[in-house]
């Protein structure tokens, strides 16, 4: 009976080894599963906040461009002066507006290519350098790329 008994553990414990593991490949698949949806989410995410800032670009030209029609047909009509220079102050603002949506959207375009160019430039060495002459090449990138992040991070430097 004590074998019995002393078994009856034996498989207890198994099971519950057996039921342990389940649980953590389950819980690990879920995370899998989680990660990815991340992932796809921040994709989407970025997607629609690119489309947000082209949408924006190109409302501020189209009223740019009624703008400037406006300020055109108040100059041919002889309008007064205070209108002219209304108009004149609203085509400068919807300019600027432009300038800075437009400064936005290369920004947020130059640090997804960044990554890519670096890449190309990895794969261009790759395919053009031997394997001694590229690890030179490449810690010499690396080394200059990290020198253009420094000059970019620096006070003084305008982005």
């Known amino acids: 009976a004590a074998l019995t008994a002393e ?9 519950e080894r057996e039921s342990a593991r389940r649980s953590r490949r389950r819980k690990k698949e879920q995370m899998e599963m989680l990660e990815q ?15 947000l800032q082209v ?10 461009k009624q703008l400037v029609g ?10 007064r002066e205070e209108e002219i220079v209304a108009l004149v102050e609203q085509v400068r603002e919807t300019q600027n507006k432009k300038k800075q949506a437009i400064k936005r959207y290369l920004g947020e375009l130059q640090q997804i290519l960044d990554p890519v160019r670096k890449s190309e430039v990895l794969l261009w060495l790759l ?9 030179d090449e490449l810690s010499q990138v690396e080394h200059d790329s990290d020198l253009d992040d420094d000059k970019n991070s620096s006070p003084g430097h305008n982005q």
């Open 127 to 135: 395919s053009h350098m031997g394997t001694v002459e590229y690890d």
């Open 7 to 15: 078994s009856k553990i034996e498989r207890r414990r198994a099971r």
């Open 55 to 64: 949408n924006e670009i190109n409302r501020l030209q189209d009223a740019y």
């Open 37 to 51: 949806k991340v992932s796809r989410l921040n994709l989407e995410n970025s997607e629609l906040r690119r489309k």
């Open 70 to 79: 406006d300020l055109e047909k108040a100059v041919s009509n002889n309008s």
